[in-house]
């Protein structure tokens, strides 16, 4: 009889803790900005534009594809995300109005035994956001056959104010604010439409 | 005579204080990491993969390695063929985002042994981490200009510096010293780690 309550008791515990570790599971959400490298850092529009291989308005299709790519048992990976060209700014002008696959930088990690997921951005980025509409500084590689984008936080700026996330991070970031602000008083506005 | 007293004792406590806000300022946790390598700095090994021999760096690392434990008697990084050394070094075309030239990254061991990957905004709060893993990309580091001996030390010394818990000089309250291995950005001749390189470190881990 003792031996049954105990069983009982230790069966309601295990379901508590599988119970509480389901639910954490889906919902912790941690997040790492990797700042400690050597980026390339632009002044200005007119240096941002020259480290640029195509510069468009775009917005995002579709939901980005999670791409792990670990390197000798360490983390690393990225996103392939479908942007529509709204506007070439700098660039082939016959791709407006036309999808590419571009590369974010931030991968989505399980945390194995630790329950939730890791969200790692390559230095204060934030990624893109369905119904914004950004200018994305692009940088082709040939070796992916695709273009990347540059220079993380540097190289993606929101136009329509609706990424607070973004918006968060470059509160943060002096010199990436002052870029954006050079960057948007030089655009030619009928390309900012 | 009393008042010239008073007048240079004046100056010299201006001069003091002067000092003294100078070093305050330039060594807060803008340039140097409250977190650290858990055990220290004065017996630390480093191990390079093939990829970088393959890519010619080898010298370059050995270099930078060498002048940052010539800065401080409390810092000692040796090279090891163990693969669970404390530092590991890579080497790869077009494997980090557009844009970057080198990354360095921290962890700490669970209690499973496994490295898991910190944020650095935690180092900075003081997270003391097991392993870093620096990574240059090749292909990015000759497109953004770190070519020849003196640029690609100060690449190489510049990763190796985060691994000691130093971060970004240009950070305020910024350091005008472009030549020092911790300002990134700049893709200056810097064979050695500059006089600001030395002091944080020093200020870090001790003479």
Not at chain 1, 56 to 76: C, R, S, Y
Not at chain 2, 31 to 55: C, P
Not at chain 2, 196 to 205: E, G
Request: glycine share 8%; with cysteine.
């Amino acid at each position: 009889m003792k031996n049954n309550k105990r069983m009982y008791g230790l069966v309601i515990i295990l379901s508590i803790v599988i119970v509480a570790y389901s639910v954490a599971d889906l919902n912790r959400v941690k997040t790492i900005h990797l700042e400690s490298g050597m980026m390339k850092t632009y002044e200005n529009y007119e240096e941002r534009m020259e480290g640029s291989d195509l510069v468009v308005t775009a917005q995002l299709i579709g939901k980005p594809e999670n791409i792990l790519t670990p390197f000798d048992g360490f983390p690393d990976g990225y996103h392939l995300s479908t942007i529509k060209i709204v506007n070439v700014i700098k660039g082939d002008p016959k791709l407006e109005n036309t999808e590419i696959e571009i590369r974010e930088p931030y991968y989505i990690m399980e945390n194995g035994l630790e329950p939730g997921i890791t969200e790692v951005y390559y230095g204060h980025y934030t990624k893109l956001q369905s119904d914004s509409t950004y200018v994305l500084f692009l940088g082709w590689v040939e070796a992916w056959n695709q273009y990347g984008i540059s220079s993380a936080h540097q190289g993606k700026f929101n136009i329509d104010q609706m990424d607070k996330a973004e918006e968060d991070m470059q509160r943060k970031d002096k010199g990436t604010t002052n870029l954006k602000e050079d960057i948007f008083s030089k655009l030619p506005i009928e390309k900012l439409n | 005579m009393v008042k010239r007293n008073f007048f240079s004792a004046f100056i010299l406590g201006c001069l003091i204080i002067g000092y003294c806000s100078s070093t305050f300022a330039s060594h807060d946790t803008a340039h140097i990491l409250k977190g650290q390598f858990r055990q220290g700095a004065s017996s630390l090994t480093y191990w390079l993969d093939s990829s970088v021999n393959s890519y010619g760096m080898q010298s370059h690392f050995q270099h930078a390695f060498t002048n940052w434990n010539n800065s401080s008697s409390k810092v000692n990084m040796s090279a090891s063929t163990n693969a669970s050394s404390d530092i590991k070094v890579y080497v790869g075309s077009n494997n980090l985002p557009v844009g970057y030239a080198g990354l360095t990254e921290m962890y700490y061991l669970n209690i499973f042994g496994t490295a898991v990957l910190i944020s650095p905004n935690n180092v900075i709060n003081g997270t003391l981490f097991d392993r870093v893993t620096i990574r240059i990309d090749d292909t990015q580091r000759i497109a953004l200009g770190y070519t020849g001996w003196d640029k690609v030390v100060k690449l190489t010394g510049h990763e190796i510096g985060h691994a000691l818990s130093m971060h970004h000089f240009e950070n305020n309250p910024a350091h005008s010293n472009q030549n020092s291995w911790m300002y990134s950005g700049s893709q200056t001749n810097s064979a050695y780690p500059s006089s600001d390189d030395v002091s944080h470190l020093r200020y870090k881990w001790g003479n």
